[in-house]
């Protein structure tokens, strides 16, 4: 289970930092092109860099989903609880597990729709119009993405049964700025 603790961090770390280094090098690439010294542009005119617009959506897709599934496990997944918090424990706690609960079966429900989605596409010819990878990979995003904000919502459905704690985000707090100040200190 460790292994799932920080993937998506992880993964949106990646693929940010993927998206980063294609556009740059796509911007690096037009700017340099219109260069005419040394031959320059004559190099770097056969160079074709039309496919990081469209791998750079792709990428953005993927964050998307995978950011879902973080803000869910971390509280900062869009919520409306303001009428929630105005009840009394009892039936607060049974509308937060109904609402975890409807989350998990909702994400779920568009993960196996995506998967079927993704299975029937797998079986055509369809690709992405300039990278011409198989459409089916590009959509792996919604079912992968979609099963593991379920597991999520489930994940802190258990955790607020077992303690009555959800996770929650402090916009205040930077993580990791504990230690540096500690080190500081030393």
């Given at each position: 289970m460790k292994i799932l603790d920080h993937l998506e961090e992880w993964l949106i770390a990646?693929?940010?930092?993927?998206?980063?280094?294609v556009t740059f090098v796509a911007v690096l690439h037009r700017y340099a092109s219109g260069i005419t010294l040394f031959g320059i542009q004559d190099a770097l005119i056969h160079i074709n860099t039309s496919w990081a617009q469209e791998l750079t959506i792709y990428m953005f897709v993927w964050m998307a989903k995978f950011?879902?599934?973080?803000g869910v496990r971390t509280g900062i997944h869009v919520g409306v609880d303001v009428l929630i918090n105005k009840l009394n424990t009892p039936w607060r706690k049974k509308f937060i597990i109904f609402g975890?609960?409807?989350g998990a079966t909702f994400t779920g429900l568009v993960g196996t729709f995506g998967a079927k989605f993704v299975y029937e596409l797998?079986?055509?010819?369809?690709v992405s119009e300039v990278l011409e990878i198989p459409m089916w990979?590009?959509?792996?995003?919604v079912p992968l993405g979609s099963?593991?904000?379920?597991?999520?919502?489930?994940q802190v459905a258990w955790h607020f049964i077992q303690t009555g704690d959800l996770p929650k985000h402090d916009h205040s707090h930077v993580e990791g700025l504990e230690e540096e100040i500690k080190g500081e200190k030393a």
């Open positions: 990646f693929l940010m930092a993927a998206a980063t280094i950011g879902a599934a973080y975890l609960l409807a797998s079986h055509t010819s369809s990979i590009v959509y792996m995003a099963y593991l904000m379920a597991f999520r919502f489930l």
